[in-house]
């Protein structure tokens, strides 16, 4: 397999990277940080990719992600797959007094992942054949009160890519939404961890299972499905009265 990999130096998306390296697929890196990609881009050759290249491309770079699945399939010889991985974990309290900061963030979590999702399934569509990882979040199934900004963004991608995926069906191509809960990651440094955390390991090898079995929406770990069916259903006036 081909694979694009946009915000590739994810904790997660190395994983998941590392996992197709060592099953011998070709990737081509996408990521802002030139150091961190020319890092991963060694670790991925020496566990086994067939070929690695990268690219240097930043979220608010929009006018840069039209060309990113031609550049990818060039560099690789066709693609077959993408992941959309990059993100960020915003201060909710900042969101709150400063709407520049929220919106700035939004442009990250959101918009970006139109931008770059948007050339990638008009060439899956054109060529009839691919699959789409679009890393969300279980904390897009229902807003709450510490990650309201974040959980509206993550909304947002799993609302998009549930239509992408309806859309794209009838031409072969798999869009497949990624739901992690809780992971120990740069971006959750600052957190204290609990049980609930899982490895971004497991969720990374999780992304690679769920698009190679083209499943529609997986909760990583799995035990968040259920978690977050009662947390959906919860009745409003308890939900209010919860801190979380
Ligand atoms: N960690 C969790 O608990 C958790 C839970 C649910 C969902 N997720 C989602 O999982 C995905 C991966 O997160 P992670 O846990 O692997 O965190 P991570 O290691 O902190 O990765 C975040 C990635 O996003 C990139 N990024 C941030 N802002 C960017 C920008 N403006 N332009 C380009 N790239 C940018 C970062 O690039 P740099 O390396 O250059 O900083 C980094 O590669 C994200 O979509 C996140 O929302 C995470």
Excluded at 100 to 105: D, G, K, R, V
Excluded at 132 to 137: A, D, H, K, L, Y
Aim: positive net charge.
């Amino acid at each position: 397999m081909r694979i694009l990999i946009f915000g590739a130096t994810s904790a997660i998306a190395t994983e998941a990277a590392r996992a197709w390296a060592e099953r011998g697929e070709s990737l081509f890196l996408v990521a802002r940080d030139k150091k961190k990609l020319k890092a991963l881009a060694a670790d991925l050759k020496a566990r086994g990719a067939a070929h690695v290249a990268v690219l240097d491309c930043a979220a608010e770079a929009s006018k840069a992600h039209a060309s990113l699945p031609v550049k990818a399939s060039k560099a690789l010889g066709g693609l077959d797959a993408a992941l959309i991985a990059h993100g960020v974990l915003p201060d909710e309290e900042r969101c709150r007094r400063d709407a520049a900061y929220a919106l700035a963030t939004l442009q990250v979590n959101f918009n970006s992942v139109v931008s770059v999702g948007t050339p990638l399934a008009a060439f899956f569509e054109a060529q009839k054949a691919g699959v789409m990882g679009i890393i969300s979040s279980v904390a897009g199934d229902r807003g709450r009160a510490s990650n309201a900004t974040y959980g509206a963004a993550k909304a947002g991608v799993s609302a998009w890519a549930s239509g992408q995926r309806a859309r794209l069906a009838k031409s072969g191509v798999h869009v497949a939404t990624l739901k992690p809960g809780f992971v120990d990651s740069p971006m959750t440094s600052h957190l204290k961890k609990g049980p609930l955390f899982a490895s971004a390991r497991k969720v990374g090898r999780g992304v690679v299972n769920a698009m190679d079995k083209r499943k529609d929406t997986s909760y990583l770990p799995g035990f968040w499905k259920p978690i977050m069916l009662a947390v959906i259903h919860l009745p409003s006036p308890i939900f209010k009265k919860l801190k979380l």
